[in-house]
């Protein structure tokens, strides 16, 4: 059962993703004037915060294990410092493969310093716009890996998303450990837009 409060908390993500989404497609030419208040409207009564993603590698493990999990993400329209943090398991175009997707750790953004172990290579910073996202298993080699380690820095609006939940199996499912505060503003969205029945349905392992 939702409280009431967390509704009240859902409703107010929710009018705020409704903005932003709007925002978006008005700036992009993909909404006009006269059509945005119909945009802003529908969007928030019958729109979902939400998407289920399908995990294809073994780059995340063990905090995203097992190829064919399925996962639960939170959309970012407008994916700036403001709105995803660092620390938080993203899902982003694969700058090498724009078709393609991928899940990693965002581990800086813009403003950031980066230096390698390397000490033949020079450090430098990360632009605004930019941002560094690592695979988290130890096990694979750093081209193995598929990160920012081998193709760089990408475009903060190569986010798409945050991933909230992680079902592996019908019995094996959780909560994926984020960033403190994003853990704190996602709980509402998670509390009333999971559905595990629904993601063990659609599971493809």
């Given at each position: 059962?939702?409280?009431?409060?967390?509704?009240?908390?859902?409703?107010?993500?929710?009018?705020?993703?409704?903005?932003?989404?709007?925002?978006?497609?008005?700036?992009?030419?993909?909404?006009?004037?006269?059509?945005?208040?119909?945009?802003?409207?529908?969007?928030?009564?019958?729109g979902k915060m939400t998407f289920l993603h399908w995990n294809k590698g073994e780059e995340?493990?063990?905090?995203?294990?097992?190829?064919?999990?399925?996962?639960?993400?939170?959309?970012?329209?407008?994916?700036?410092?403001?709105?995803?943090?660092?620390?938080?398991?993203?899902?982003?175009?694969?700058?090498?493969?724009?078709?393609?997707?991928?899940?990693?750790?965002?581990?800086?953004?813009?403003?950031?310093?980066?230096?390698?172990?390397?000490?033949?290579?020079?450090?430098?910073?990360?632009?605004?716009?930019?941002?560094?996202?690592?695979?988290?298993?130890?096990?694979?080699?750093?081209?193995?890996?598929?990160?920012?380690?081998?193709?760089?820095?990408?475009?903060?609006?190569?986010?798409?998303?945050?991933?909230?939940?992680?079902?592996?199996?019908?019995?094996?499912?959780?909560?994926?450990?984020?960033?403190?505060?994003?853990?704190?503003?996602?709980?509402?969205?998670?509390?009333?837009?999971?559905?595990?029945?629904?993601?063990?349905?659609?599971?493809?392992?």
């Amino acid at each position: 059962m939702v409280s009431t409060f967390t509704w009240l908390r859902y409703l107010k993500s929710k009018a705020q993703y409704s903005i932003a989404l709007g925002f978006k497609n008005h700036k992009g030419g993909h909404v006009k004037d006269n059509e945005l208040t119909d945009f802003l409207w529908k969007h928030f009564c019958h729109g979902k915060m939400t998407f289920l993603h399908w995990n294809k590698g073994e780059e995340m493990a063990p905090t995203i294990a097992g190829k064919g999990a399925t996962l639960l993400v939170r959309r970012l329209p407008i994916p700036d410092p403001r709105h995803v943090y660092v620390g938080d398991v993203v899902v982003l175009k694969n700058p090498e493969k724009p078709d393609d997707y991928l899940v990693r750790r965002l581990a800086a953004t813009g403003g950031y310093e980066m230096a390698s172990t390397n000490e033949k290579d020079e450090s430098f910073v990360l632009e605004q716009d930019q941002c560094w996202v690592v695979a988290e298993n130890e096990k694979l080699k750093v081209k193995e890996a598929n990160d920012s380690r081998t193709f760089g820095p990408i475009q903060m609006t190569n986010i798409v998303g945050r991933v909230l939940y992680c079902l592996r199996s019908a019995v094996d499912h959780g909560r994926v450990q984020n960033s403190p505060f994003s853990m704190q503003n996602d709980s509402p969205v998670l509390e009333v837009e999971l559905d595990v029945d629904e993601m063990a349905k659609s599971h493809k392992a």
